[in-house]
């Protein structure tokens, strides 16, 4: 059998609850950031914690609202004006 997983990532700080800290971390889980140890640990934290998978969610929906927001270029006529004005003012400095 092997040993039970710590539920929660890294060391917590001082008067910190698990819940606290797992929110700390969840953008790092979210962007792969975490070792495998971790990302096992916050994965067994949110399965058994409602508030954490909930706030997981939202920050993953987020994440998801901004990449498919970004995607979109700017039309080209304001990214010559963008570029034309930081130009100028490299030049003035």
Sequence with gaps: MTDPI???????AAGENECEHALVHLNEFLDSEMTPEDEQRMRAHVAHCSPCLAELSVEELVKQLV?????????ETLRVRIHAQLTVMSTVE
């Design 67 to 75: 990449r498919r927001s970004c995607s979109e270029r700017a039309p």
């Design 6 to 12: 710590t539920p929660i990532p890294h060391d917590r």
